[in-house]
Nanobody
Framework: QVQLVESGGGLVQPGGSLRLSCAASGSIFNIDTMGWYRQALGNQRELVAAITRGGTTNYSDSVKGRFTISRDNAKKTVYLQMNSLKPEDTAVYSC???????????????WGQGTQVTVSS
């Protein structure tokens, strides 16, 4: 069984920074694309950033230049460094990963439980 566990959310003032982490555990053969999504109250979930196993990244226009996604393949962990945070970044941030389980011929998409990020003075 595979789990994605996020950490690092919280309350921060506008202009501040937070770093989110998401660690995968379980019977994992390898992990393809990992990403972060967010859902603000009343809004649809949206992609924030994604990174392939080889390190190619993709960002939403709203976070380009402020957020940085990275991963440590040995630790099966993806990070999201969020700088210059704005009130409109307030949302539940969820980790997502395409994981090939041990013995499986295909990948399965997994979600973490989500972590709240609140940007407010």
């Amino acid at each position: 069984q595979v789990q994605l566990v996020e950490s690092g959310g919280g309350l921060v003032q506008p202009g501040g920074s937070l770093r989110l982490s998401c660690a995968a555990s379980g019977s994992i053969f390898n992990i393809d694309t990992m990403g972060w999504y967010r859902q603000a109250l009343g809004n649809q979930r949206e992609l924030v950033a994604a990174i392939t196993r080889g390190g190619t990244t993709n960002y939403s226009d709203s976070v380009k230049g402020r957020f940085t996604i990275s991963r440590d393949n040995a630790k099966k962990t993806v990070y999201l460094q969020m700088n210059s945070l704005k009130p409109e970044d307030t949302a539940v941030y969820s980790c997502n990963a395409d994981i090939r389980n041990l013995g499986a011929p295909y990948t399965t998409n997994y979600w973490g439980q989500g972590t709240q990020v609140t940007v407010s003075s």
